[in-house]
């Protein structure tokens, strides 16, 4: 499957390669770091030193990594409070009773262990994809607003973002990013969504939908134009497409949940070594039950009833 990327307008802070240009969005964003380890030493060390050791400190930050690395959890069984293995959605089994049908995304978790600006963020999530109508794909978009603590997660398990996804014969690929939003007057935006209209996710039908066309365009314009406002940053964004296919390294379509976890590499993360505990909803590590230290993203993908 091909798409496309939406977001490629969109770069991520870990994306640039202008250290200056770093600083000056940690500075809008007021980053309690940047303050304290810049601002507060350029009395002594110089403005221009301070932050040039001070973005040595920050490339081991979450929110530096510009990759993701992928995981999966199968379905549990109902009272089964046994531990779950994870992995790479290329070592699945694909589902392929979900060809030429309907499914179901839904967000269970939004993972915020560091972000630029430090307290309380304003994380504005998209995800976007296409929609197999018949010969026709569909561009499709949602996005949504939460408030998450820093190294918390969103108070949020479930939450739907399209319903009645149509699945083609090659599977279904679709895009995320993350916003973090610290411009008061942009809050006002964030909080449109957060209106009823907003709350169901996006009911998507056999047949092609002409509102969707014009609701998917406002929608990644939103995006697109508060990810380059003043005090506002994208941090994530990350590409998955899932087949039926059964070659060494493609990601496989199945019922189940998938993690994006934002890494300085593919490779950083051993899912031998983690384990799915469904009694304290959380990823822990096998040796000593420490949690995921990482920005992630958690959907589900489940078959569509009608």
């Known amino acids: 499957m091909v798409l496309s990327s939406v977001f490629e307008e969109i770069q991520v802070i870990g994306e640039s390669e202008d250290p200056e240009w770093i600083a000056a969005k940690l500075q809008q964003m007021k980053d309690p770091d940047f303050e304290s380890n810049v601002v507060g030493d350029s009395q002594s060390k110089g403005f ?87 010969d026709t794909q569909e561009s499709v978009s949602f996005s949504q607003t939460y408030r998450v603590q820093e190294g918390q997660s969103a108070g949020i398990s479930g939450y739907p973002i399209f319903i009645g996804l149509n699945v083609g014969s ?5 895009e995320c990013s993350t916003v973090n939003v610290k411009n008061e007057q942009d809050k006002a935006i964030l909080a449109a969504l957060e209106t009823s209209p907003f709350q169901s996710g996006l009911k998507l039908l056999k047949t092609t939908q002409p509102a969707i066309a014009l609701f998917t365009e406002i929608t990644l314009g939103v995006v697109k134009l508060l990810a380059q406002r003043h005090e506002n940053v994208a941090v994530q964004k990350f590409y998955l497409g899932l087949d039926f296919e059964d070659s060494a390294m493609g990601c496989r379509l199945a019922e189940g949940n998938y993690i994006a976890v934002q890494v300085a590499d593919e490779t950083v993360i051993d899912w031998n070594k983690w384990i799915y505990k469904p009694e304290i909803g959380a990823i822990v590590h096998k040796a000593d039950s420490s949690k995921l230290p990482y920005n992630y993203v958690i959907f589900r993908i489940s078959r569509y009833e009608e």
């Open 48 to 134: 221009d030193k301070g932050i040039l050791e001070f973005l040595n400190l920050v490339q081991d930050q979450p929110w530096m990594y510009a990759t993701h690395q992928f995981g999966y959890i199968a379905p549990h069984h109902s009272g089964s409070i046994q531990t779950q293995p994870i992995q790479h959605p290329s070592a699945i089994q694909a589902d392929d009773t979900l060809k030429n049908n309907r499914v179901n995304i839904r967000l269970d978790r939004l993972h915020i262990e560091k972000y630029p600006g430090g307290g309380t963020h304003n994380v504005l999530i998209t995800f976007a994809g296409t929609n197999q109508v018949a």
């Open 170 to 174: 090659q599977g279904i690929a679709f």
